[in-house]
């Protein structure tokens, strides 16, 4: 089995609009800042000196939002549920959502703006068949090579409200995106909006999520790895309480002998 790393990294040096903070404590520092713990929890006293060149363990402090790199979405992300009550967070979805067949749509002919329903029946027509229920479709919009410049938040097309809800009707819940958002760029949705006054321009993806449960994950990467179909893709969201958002490390799982070559393992 071939398994692609399908995650974009958490980097504290990239571009972000929300800064993103990687603090660094080496392991001289943690040596004495675990005496010091010792010392002032459980009152016990220990020289840090005594431990192979005074060092102890490395620790990384980091301070990003949840939507920071390779994240999985949550009902609770897109607000308040069109039927009322309260839409289930990240460590209440079901884990084996996150485990599935996944199939990828080749998108990297699509100009930023928005991709109708239109463009995904012609994609499904190439592949020659439509997601399945429950699969995890990936969209390879080819905007992950932007990653850690402004462009990549500016420039990418994203889906929108029929193309949306056709693989929802199909029985899709996880859709997956190379681009920073399931959406289309602010920009382009304000413009649309500005031009024709119509509110359906405006986060259409998110916001079928208030009448319809899924989860999506944004900020994947090296989509062009992969084969249309026959694989499997691991997206586990780290456990969150009360989230709307979850990390994961993406990969896609592909039997040897199946698929395309390339790609990370």
């Given at each position: 089995?071939?398994?692609?790393?399908?995650s974009?990294?958490?980097?504290?040096?990239?571009?972000?609009?929300?800064?993103?903070?990687?603090?660094?404590?080496?392991?001289?520092?943690?040596?004495?800042?675990?005496?010091?713990?010792?010392?002032?929890?459980w009152?016990?006293?220990?020289?840090?000196?005594?431990?192979?060149?005074?060092?102890?363990?490395?620790?990384?402090t980091?301070?990003?939002?949840?939507?920071?790199?390779t994240?999985?979405?949550?009902?609770?992300h897109?607000?308040?549920?069109?039927?009322?009550?309260?839409?289930?967070?990240?460590?209440?979805?079901?884990?084996?959502?996150?485990?599935?067949?996944?199939?990828?749509?080749?998108?990297?002919?699509?100009?930023?703006?928005?991709?109708?329903?239109?463009?995904?029946?012609?994609?499904?027509?190439?592949?020659?068949?439509?997601?399945?229920?429950?699969?995890?479709?990936?969209l390879?919009?080819?905007?992950?090579?932007?990653?850690?410049?402004?462009?990549?938040?500016?420039?990418?097309?994203?889906?929108?409200?029929?193309?949306?809800?056709?693989?929802?009707?199909?029985?899709?819940?996880v859709?997956?995106?190379?681009?920073?958002?399931?959406?289309?760029?602010?920009?382009?949705?304000?413009?649309?909006?500005?031009?024709?006054?119509?509110?359906?321009?405006?986060?259409?993806?998110?916001?079928?999520g208030r009448?319809?449960?899924?989860?999506?994950?944004?900020?994947?990467?090296?989509?062009?790895?992969?084969?249309?179909?026959?694989?499997?893709?691991?997206?586990?969201?780290?456990?969150?309480?009360?989230?709307?958002?979850?990390?994961?490390?993406?990969?896609?799982?592909?039997?040897?002998?199946?698929?395309?070559?390339?790609?990370?393992?």
């Amino acid at each position: 089995m071939r398994v692609i790393d399908l995650s974009s990294s958490v980097d504290a040096s990239g571009w972000e609009p929300n800064e993103v903070v990687h603090e660094v404590m080496s392991a001289v520092e943690g040596a004495e800042h675990m005496a010091t713990r010792m010392r002032e929890n459980w009152g016990i006293d220990f020289d840090p000196s005594v431990l192979p060149g005074g060092e102890l363990l490395t620790l990384d402090t980091i301070t990003l939002t949840t939507h920071t790199g390779t994240h999985v979405d949550a009902p609770s992300h897109y607000g308040t549920p069109a039927g009322g009550g309260t839409a289930r967070h990240i460590d209440e979805m079901p884990l084996d959502w996150f485990l599935r067949p996944g199939m990828m749509l080749d998108l990297t002919d699509a100009p930023v703006g928005q991709i109708g329903a239109d463009r995904l029946r012609r994609e499904f027509d190439r592949i020659g068949r439509t997601p399945e229920p429950m699969d995890i479709v990936l969209l390879n919009t080819g905007a992950d090579r932007l990653a850690g410049s402004p462009k990549y938040f500016t420039d990418f097309p994203g889906l929108d409200g029929p193309a949306t809800e056709l693989l929802l009707d199909l029985g899709v819940r996880v859709i997956g995106t190379d681009a920073f958002s399931l959406d289309a760029p602010f920009g382009y949705m304000i413009e649309a909006y500005r031009r024709t006054g119509d509110t359906a321009v405006l986060w259409p993806a998110h916001f079928a999520g208030r009448s319809r449960e899924y989860c999506q994950i944004e900020r994947l990467s090296n989509l062009d790895a992969l084969p249309p179909t026959g694989f499997t893709v691991s997206c586990l969201p780290v456990k969150i309480k009360g989230a709307g958002a979850g990390w994961t490390r993406a990969a896609a799982l592909i039997e040897d002998g199946t698929g395309t070559e390339g790609g990370a393992s």
